[in-house]
């Protein structure tokens, strides 16, 4: 891809929200925010859907977290979702469909950047995506 990836973060906090979209546009990529249901969806089935959607579950929504994830992936079933939460939750969100990689929040971004990196490495390599 020419352009930068686009990221979309869907979190509760707005102080989380504007972190990420520090870091990440600091990293050079297109950041879309979202700070809960309507307005993630509004963005994820827009007309510039992003490459890689950033989700905290516990964002405020109509749908239970699972509905919500499936939701999203039935819209885009080839896009990867990192969820970024509190894992301490107990839900077993790699089995969810769509879901790269599940990383519990912290005070560093470096790991999510890195992270982030990865899934982009493996969902976007010319070999993966002469599969889809």
């Given at each position: 891809?020419?352009?930068?990836?686009?990221?979309?973060?869907?979190?509760?906090?707005?102080?989380?929200?504007?972190?990420?979209?520090?870091?990440?546009?600091?990293?050079?990529?297109?950041?879309?925010l979202?700070?809960?249901?309507?307005?993630?969806?509004?963005l994820?089935?827009?007309?510039?859907?992003?490459?890689?959607l950033?989700?905290?579950?516990d964002?405020?929504?109509?749908?239970t977290?699972?509905?919500?994830?499936?939701?999203?992936?039935?819209h885009?079933?080839?896009l990867p979702?990192?969820?970024?939460?509190?894992?301490?939750?107990?839900?077993?969100?790699s089995?969810?469909?769509g879901?790269?990689?599940?990383?519990?929040?912290?005070?560093?971004?470096?790991?999510?950047k890195?992270?982030?990196?990865?899934?982009?490495?493996?969902?976007?390599?010319?070999?993966?995506?002469?599969?889809?």
């Amino acid at each position: 891809m020419d352009q930068a990836f686009k990221i979309l973060i869907a979190d509760r906090n707005r102080n989380v929200r504007k972190l990420l979209k520090r870091e990440l546009l600091g990293e050079g990529y297109q950041v879309m925010l979202a700070g809960e249901d309507r307005e993630l969806i509004q963005l994820f089935t827009g007309e510039e859907p992003p490459d890689v959607l950033i989700l905290d579950p516990d964002l405020p929504s109509y749908f239970t977290k699972f509905q919500l994830i499936e939701l999203l992936h039935l819209h885009h079933p080839f896009l990867p979702i990192v969820i970024h939460t509190l894992l301490s939750d107990e839900c077993n969100y790699s089995e969810m469909p769509g879901v790269a990689v599940c990383l519990e929040k912290g005070e560093d971004t470096a790991l999510l950047k890195k992270v982030l990196a990865d899934v982009i490495q493996k969902y976007y390599s010319p070999r993966h995506t002469s599969q889809l």
